[in-house]
């Protein structure tokens, strides 16, 4: 697990382990398309699953044309369950598609 405080390391830290989960907190504003298309990249895969956290008493809720690209969202509190099952699902995605393009 890697926690980055910036953009800037997130990109960095993506570019160099390729993970097959990406968390992003934080304010709304900063998850955008372009944010989400320069971790793809940096990543150098479309296998990472990145998913955007957000608060229940945000003041409003990203409407679907909105999306910025990411593979969902999470509202805040997280259960444990929930957080082991996204886990286990990126791990599967991205082993299944790194299995397939190998092929």
């Known amino acids: 697990m890697v926690f980055a405080s910036s953009i800037d390391q997130v990109v960095t830290k993506v570019s160099q382990m390729s993970p097959y989960l990406v968390i992003l907190a934080g304010d709304g504003q900063n998850w955008s398309q372009a944010l989400v298309k320069d971790l793809r990249d940096a990543a150098n ?25 990411v593979d969902g969202f999470l509202v805040k509190p997280i259960s444990r369950d ?3 099952s996204l886990v286990q699902s990126a791990w599967a995605r991205q082993t299944y598609c790194s299995t397939s393009y190998a092929s």
């Open 45 to 69: 895969t479309c296998e990472t699953t990145i998913v955007a956290l957000t608060d229940c008493n945000a003041p409003s809720w990203v409407h679907q044309e909105e999306n910025p690209g």
């Open 82 to 84: 929930v957080l082991t």
